[in-house]
């Protein structure tokens, strides 16, 4: 199975909103609305951000949101504030007890 | 509150098994029904699903790396291990452990910090 597709950066201005897109195929984000997505700062661990297409875990701020079309899953970060400056990943279950990753995103705030 | 704590050597040298334990602490690895499991990341990559593994003993793979990877779980130590065999430079990685569950298709919501393997002679 292949990486999922990310670009590898986006910006934005404090309080602006920025979109990543995150592009599989039917076997994986196209197929099943286990998409998931993770905000990853420097040195640290991942840190669950969204499940299930578009579900925030407790303590997550709302201006994180999710949202799927077709092979292709998105995170919006909306009013962009400094410490969101992060790397974020998506992932997708792929089907048969298998999981897969996107490359990932760098998202600076400018 | 629960956490995991990977553990192992820094630095393995090629064609050999790579062997790190991650350790549950605030709560029974076995109490409940989740999936426990190994994530990579090369340094400046991507983060990789390399398996998991039920509560029970069931273990799920990735296709990629099946034939080398064997991951089991000591409910007795709270604890769960990976082995990776015949390394070489590619597996040098930041691995992680982490839980997911109740159902395996869950994220993975609690992870531990991480610990940087170093693949060479």
């Known amino acids: 199975q292949s990486a999922l597709t990310q670009p590898p950066s986006a910006s934005g201005s404090p309080g602006q909103s920025v979109t990543i897109s995150c592009t599989g195929t039917s076997s994986d984000v196209g197929g099943y609305n286990y998409v998931s997505w993770y905000q990853q700062h420097t040195g640290k661990a991942p840190k669950l951000i969204i499940y299930e297409v578009s579900k925030r875990p407790s303590g997550v701020p709302d201006r994180f949101s999710g949202s799927k079309s077709g092979n292709t899953a998105s995170l919006t970060i909306s009013g962009l504030q400094a410490e969101d400056e992060a790397d974020y990943y998506c992932s997708s279950y792929a089907g048969s007890n298998n999981f897969v990753f996107g490359i990932g995103t760098k998202v600076t705030v400018l | 509150q629960l956490r995991l704590q990977e553990s192992g050597p820094g630095l393995v040298k090629p064609s050999e098994t790579l062997s790190l334990i991650c350790t549950v602490s605030g709560g029974s690895i076995s109490s409940s029904s989740y999936f426990w499991g190994w994530i990579r990341q090369p340094p400046g990559k991507g983060l990789e699903w390399i398996g998991s593994?039920?509560?029970?003993?069931?273990?799920y793979y990735s296709p990629s790396l099946k034939s080398r990877v064997t991951i089991s779980v000591d409910t007795s130590k709270n604890q769960f291990s990976l082995q990776l065999s015949s390394v070489t430079a590619a597996d040098t990685a930041v691995f992680y452990c982490?839980?997911?569950?109740?159902?395996?298709?869950?994220?993975?919501?609690?992870w531990g910090q991480g610990t940087l393997v170093t693949v060479s002679s």
């Open positions: 982490a839980r997911h569950g109740p159902y395996i298709v869950a994220p993975f919501d609690i």
């Open positions: 593994i039920y509560y029970s003993g069931s273990t």
